[in-house]
């Protein structure tokens, strides 16, 4: 199972919208390089993974948990370029879209992806910068460990070489910042890749990185080096994980520098919020609806909360806790809740085959069967 924190990998730094750099970088999110394609290749091997090498299992997760975090990152980074990209004039005072005489969304006939604003409402689509749907055959999934490490080294190396290229597109900040993190934790990816290779008895010599460049002459590039990034891997993982058996010591670069694991990025990124858009009716919340949704917010205010710290990892039945959600809690037949439900920051205790009403102003447990 997954959690989530409402965070960003690395930050996203305004600058003008631009929706010629927000469709080159699609092709970074779903084309056949992208980050949605290395996301689902190694979620794929992961789940696949057969035999008691964990260790490798536990490496490409590790990746796969993080490439999530570069689709969200890569996709609001879109979403940010072509927000308010039909108001914006260079030279004029901008801001309002249709200003001047035109209507709303006229600009956008002649931009990247008429889609950007047609199907979507300035955000971000499931494509490559060619406008091709993403494709679920771009995944490789062998089955034979040597053979996917192969071609998940071949997949980052071709995501850098294409992000570099990308870079060299546009010297918008916004686009600039977002590759250039995608830029070295590639790198580290093809280290991982090549590390896990050499531990199973490659010696690369002198052929990584690829592409072999001093990536540091691109400025944002050069401030993460300084972070020390680059030779670091996360698990994100709760539980403990096997991956730094094969993700230390020397880098498979032959570089002088060490590679090591560590359980979570040292810092998160505020994600920014979307402004609403009237010219693309979204998200169309007319003044009813949003008296609708804050007497909802108010009305949950009011009543109990259903924490997240009580769901019990350990348990047997703990699968069906993390989606519990604002669902009635449920029990997991033993003794052990499974969400603990709380009320003015007190703990309602909850006991096996009990059943709780959240709608109650004052809940109350309910046996449903004998309880002790
Ligand atoms: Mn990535
Ligand atoms: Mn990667």
Redesign the pocket.
Known sequence: MYFHTQQLINEIVPDQPDPFAANALQEGLGGQFG?MR?MMQYLFQSVNFRGPAVQYKDLIHAVAV??IS?VELIATTIARLLDGAPGYQPNGDGGVPGAGGGTPLQSILHTGNIHHFLVGAQGALPVDAAGNPWSGSYVYNSGNLVLDLLYNLMLEAT?RTQKCRIYEMSDNKTLRVTVAY?IV??EV?EKVFAKALESLGVDWGKTLPIPNFDATKYPEVKALYDTGIQNVQYTFRLDGSRAGEVFQGASPFNDGTTIRMMDRPEQGFAIPQAPERLEEFAPGLTPELMELAQAAAAMAAGGPRVSGSGVNLSGAAAGSAASAGAAPPRTAGGTEPLVRVEKDGQEIPLKGGEKIDLTADEPTARPTSASS
Request: proline letters at 0%; hydrophobic letters at 10%; a negative charge.
């Open positions: 980050e290395t993080e490439e570069h995501g995608l934790r590639d990816h």
